[in-house]
């Protein structure tokens, strides 16, 4: 059977829902004729585990790849693109015994990116036949009162952020989804501004309770090649607390840190801003005229910093995808990381709930090696876009949705006219 998406919401909040259906027969031939080590293809090492060895072991995983089949019915389109395909879930049980599934990075961010909260199975199955049912739960952008109040009071170029939203959500979602997300974004940006005032004076014991840091083993790792390591990041969350409370609690990091920057207007600002990272600790280099510096540091097997998620022009930039439409994008990190061999290592920040700030390291994304230099640093570019595409839609509220992310990309000038 095939999936149902943007089904009318059930009680519960259910807009999806994935139905398939497997033989029991089909999976005893397929145990018959596939080598042990192929069947890590089809199922994960759990999976197989938990199936056991008995006689019932093909119907208990024909139950779990009709659960792998329904789970990429939700998602049509990713599915039609070969973005996404049934192994990208896989089905264990939780400690009560129910089915849990778990999502690869491919589809953690395909249930971000149809701003899909989580997926709910129920298997079943006897000796001919297993069935399974996926339900996919709407994520629901819940903007407190005063985000509300603000996002009425402060049109600051809301009618960006609304188109920046429709750009992204605009084909999953209604608009009172995309209202909801602008509103939770200026909350967002309100909290940011109070924060930046507040946190200075906040004793350092509170500070450093303030922020988790996860995965800093793919920074460490990456750090172990000896070559500097480039930290691809965002305007995501506030990172100035996040970074500034995160890495305070390894003193062995201070000085390592550099950040790369463009001035900020007005000029006391920059002025300010640039006083407080140096002052945590953070070193601040230029991001035009600033490549030796740069390589000096990496030389030196210090961390660069790249805010990478802003417009960049032709004569900075290459035309790269981002969320499915092109994008003028910096090169600069990519020429960096495939000239030197530094490693690129993504990073994000976001605020839970309850105050607590979280920073977080990914794996390290290697560079796409061409034979055409250009088109060498173009694919890369793409992959440093889909890695933020994927630490947007984890928080999307928190991103920098305000700047213009999607100018016009103008025609190469000819010479002797335009």
Known sequence: MSALPDAPAGPEGATRC????????????????????????????????????????????????????????????????GALGPTDFS??????GAPVVELSEDAQFALGRNRLRSISLSLTHDRTQASAVALAQADRAAPSRAARLLYRLLPFRRK??????????????DDSEIERLAQAHYGHLGRLLWEFVWFPWLPQARRLAMVRVENLEALLTAHELGKGV??????????????????????????RFHFVRRPIRPEWLDRLVTRR??????????KRGGLDAILDRLAAGDLVVFPFDQHANRKDGVLAEFFGYPAGTFRSLAVIALTTGAPVVPASSWREPNGQHVLRFEAQILPTEHYDTNEAIRLTTRSYNR???????????????????WKPWPERTRRGGT
């Open 230 to 255: 480039l930290v691809l990041t965002g305007h995501f969350g506030n990172f100035e607390v996040a970074t500034a409370a995160g890495l305070a609690q390894f003193p062995q990091a201070r000085g």
């Open 18 to 81: 994935g139905v398939d259906a497997v033989d029991v027969v089909r999976i005893e031939r397929l145990l018959a004729e596939t080598p042990p080590g192929d069947l890590l293809k089809l199922f994960s090492a759990q999976e197989l585990a938990d199936a056991g060895e008995g006689a019932g072991r093909a119907a208990s995983l024909a139950a779990r790849f009709a659960a792998k089949e329904a789970c990429a019915k939700l998602f049509p389109r990713e599915l039609a693109l």
């Open 277 to 286: 990272f140096r002052k945590a600790g953070f070193g601040v280099l230029p």
């Open 160 to 173: 960006v952020v609304l188109d920046n939203l429709r750009r992204v959500y605009g084909e999953v979602v």
């Open 91 to 96: 089905v264990r049980r939780d400690s009560y």
């Open 387 to 405: 890695a933020l595409e994927r630490m947007i839609v984890r928080r999307p509220e928190q991103w920098w949705w305000v700047h213009r992310r």
